[in-house]
């Protein structure tokens, strides 16, 4: 931003957040896994990296290359929304769990019919056109099914968690949020990649919000919106979600033993994401020091 740039050069002590050598290995690994995926009909990808406890920006890659002229990559992705898939669910479930849902509450996941607030019937289908019976909070999110999910936020009610993503996340819809009504739940809503990593700063940070931070001084760290700094929820309800995402074990239905987000350590967390037809293909992954927040389309 012009604002940015005019502080930069007015403040020979400044200096900002990202890192040199991590930035230039997310770009190399993002122009690697691009040609790779290019099979799969991905074009463009962006990835941002913030350190912890200071919300800190350590990386920003908006595109693969930004000097090509081709597939959009002169287009800082980073800003652009786009449908944010099953990466809404651990708020859903965050809310839920504050409105006495459990992680071994069972959910029915069958077929239904909900009605829209122009009266037209809503029959939401799991990406799978499967549906799973009797299953616990857990293994919902854990394996990212869809109907038990538009339960939880018909049972949190929609109003209230538009208030939850305006009021609490501070997030601004790039649409009327009234709009997508239950399809909130199918992975509908629209955030650029930069707001859906602020939002999951949440989970590793215990519930704490804060805004973000990518320039730094000899005397304090600047920002130039408004300041965010509260406790979004109680700890023991984010603590829920983490237990949850970092378990790699439950998830193993969907996404099998041999994934490549099963690491060989612990103490990780993540959310994966898309949206219909796999147009757009999301993971936020996180540690006590770091979150990452990749998209690919």
């Known amino acids: 931003p012009l604002e940015l740039e005019k502080y930069l050069q007015s403040e020979k002590e400044t200096t900002l957040t990202i890192d040199k050598d991590i930035d230039n290995k997310i770009k190399e690994s993002i122009k690697r896994n691009i040609e790779l995926l290019e099979t799969q009909k991905a074009k463009n990808a962006a990835v941002i990296v913030i350190s912890f406890p200071n919300n800190e920006i350590i990386s920003m890659t908006g595109s693969p290359d930004p000097t090509l002229q081709k597939e959009g990559y002169q287009i800082n992705m980073l800003e652009k929304p786009r449908q944010i898939g099953s990466t809404i669910k651990p708020f859903i479930y965050l809310k839920g769990f504050e409105k006495d849902v459990r992680p071994y509450t ?13 009266n037209s019937p809503f029959y939401p289908k799991n990406y799978d056109y499967q549906y799973h ?38 997030f601004e819809p790039h649409q009327n949020i009234k709009q997508y009504q239950l399809g909130i739940a199918m992975g509908t809503l629209e955030m650029t990649p930069k707001e859906l990593a602020h939002i999951f700063t949440i989970f590793p940070r215990s519930g704490e919000y804060q805004n973000l931070t990518i320039i730094k001084d000899q005397n304090k760290n600047q920002r130039f919106e408004k300041p965010i700094n509260h406790q979004v929820t109680d700890t023991k309800y984010i ?10 074990k439950t998830g193993i239905d969907q996404f099998s033993a041999s994934s490549s987000l099963n690491l060989p350590i612990k103490n990780y967390a993540l959310k994966t994401g898309t949206s219909h037809d796999y147009t757009d293909s999301w993971i936020v992954g996180y540690t006590p020091d770091f979150l990452v927040a990749v998209w690919v389309g």
Do not use: M, W
């Open 239 to 248: 603590q829920l979600i983490n237990k949850i995402l970092s378990d790699r």
């Open 106 to 118: 069972i959910l029915e996941d069958k077929e239904y019919k909900f009605t829209l607030a122009d």
């Open 133 to 170: 019976g009797n299953i616990t909070a857990h293994y919902a999110l854990s394996n990212s099914i869809n109907v038990p999910a538009l339960l939880v936020l018909n049972h949190i009610g929609v109003e209230e968690f538009e208030r939850f993503l305006e009021d609490d996340l501070a």
